[in-house]
């Protein structure tokens, strides 16, 4: 088993993370045109905490090494189930996700929070648990571990870049929309 850790600070505060989160796979997002559909599978808030679960089907177009891809059979298209739970109590939300797709072979085990710092920064740990299920041959296991790796890595460097550019979008678009809503009722109050 490898693992693989990441951390860091967005300059945002945690309600503008959470809310900007779902809307991480959007045209806003150049870095994340490898994910193909995002389905909603369920949704609900636990009424005693208030804490708000969903489960998403994230479909992506996967682009593993030549090798990988051939000893997974060749598949391009990867499911990946991540659960995730916001409390707006605690202010946090937690992501876990697991892939469906070569499952059988590789086990990726990821959880992500986001936690405020203060009142415009918020925190972001990244955990990924790998584990090749190769049968015996630890030669390959640690080579599949190893490129797995090296793509997670890859993908936190694009991910933060992506999710960056969401964040700076969503807050001109919360910003512009706030500026018309007083405008209508500076003209209402005028009227």
Known sequence: MKVFSNECTFDYSW???????????CPWNDKSTH???????????DPATGILRT????????????WLA??????ETSHVLETSYVDPESKKVTMV??????????SVQETVVYQPLSGTQTQFVQDAKITALC?????LKNAVEE??????SENARKGKEGFEAVLEMSRRVFSEEKEKVQAQAQQKMVA
């Open 70 to 75: 051939a000893l997974m059979g060749g598949t």
């Open 97 to 106: 996700s697991s892939n469906m797709t070569w499952s059988n072979i590789l």
């Open 15 to 25: 309600e503008e993370v959470s809310t900007a989160n779902w809307r991480k796979y």
């Open 35 to 45: 994910v193909i559909a995002v389905d909603i599978v369920s949704r609900q808030v």
């Open 135 to 139: 049968g015996g041959w630890q030669k």
């Open 55 to 66: 489960e998403r089907l994230i479909t992506c177009k996967q682009t593993a090494p030549k």
């Open 147 to 152: 490129a797995t790796v090296t793509r997670f």
